[in-house]
């Protein structure tokens, strides 16, 4: 029997460590994630990440990572 082990990398995401796939980038994690991209706002190692970087931006282990979720209400 063969068995796959995922890749995992260790994050601190919102002040909590936590292990995740292995995400070559912002957009990638999100959507390993789970999370909606379209009212996420992302902070990587206290840079402000802009949604048109996502793709583009690079995670490495053991990064700090801030992800705020806008809730509209009135």
């Known amino acids: 029997m063969i ?11 919102n002040g909590e460590t936590r292990s995740v796939p292995v995400s070559a ?4 994690l999100l959507e390993n994630l789970g999370i909606k ?3 996420v706002a ?3 190692n206290r840079r402000i990440v802009k949604r ?8 490495k282990e053991f990064d700090k990572i801030e992800i705020v979720q806008l809730v509209g209400g009135g």
């Open 37 to 39: 991209l379209d009212r």
């Open 52 to 59: 048109q970087d996502w793709s583009q931006t690079a995670v």
């Open 42 to 44: 992302v902070e990587v």
């Open 25 to 28: 980038t912002v957009r990638e």
């Open 3 to 13: 068995r796959y082990v995922q890749a995992t990398m260790k994050l601190e995401i």
